[in-house]
Nanobody
């Protein structure tokens, strides 16, 4: 499966962005998907994930209550709605997929990666 992440940009503190992860190549509905981010000088971290069915979600404590992950099967797309953005949310954001129904919380369990989209939050 090929993944294409988009929707990043420059936003002020308190603003919102919606990232999209569009899939092609295989039946995306059989894949759990995660959104990761990597800030300069830091490790890539999982911030949100959604199960193949969409019934299960995971959020890192740093984004809980501000970010929402969702998926639209018909569009083969997973979204990350980001509200109340903070300067510490500045990073390159990646989507990744794994050919299993359930979420995984470690980077190495995701097999397919998009190219990343940059988010910058100004103070």
């Amino acid at each position: 499966v090929q993944l294409q992440a988009s929707g990043g940009g420059l936003v002020q503190t308190g603003g919102s962005l919606k990232l999209s992860c569009a899939a092609s190549g295989r039946t995306f509905s059989n894949y759990a998907v995660g959104w990761f981010r990597q800030a300069p000088g830091k490790d890539r971290e999982l911030i949100a994930a959604i199960s193949a069915s969409g019934d299960g979600t995971y959020y890192a404590d740093s984004v809980k209550g501000r970010f929402t992950i969702s998926r639209v099967g018909a569009k083969n797309t997973v979204y990350l709605q980001m509200n109340s953005l903070k300067p510490e949310d500045t990073a390159v954001y990646y989507c990744a997929a794994r050919p299993y129904l359930q979420i995984a919380t470690t980077t190495g369990r995701y097999d397919y990666w998009g190219q990343g989209t940059e988010v910058t939050v100004s103070s």
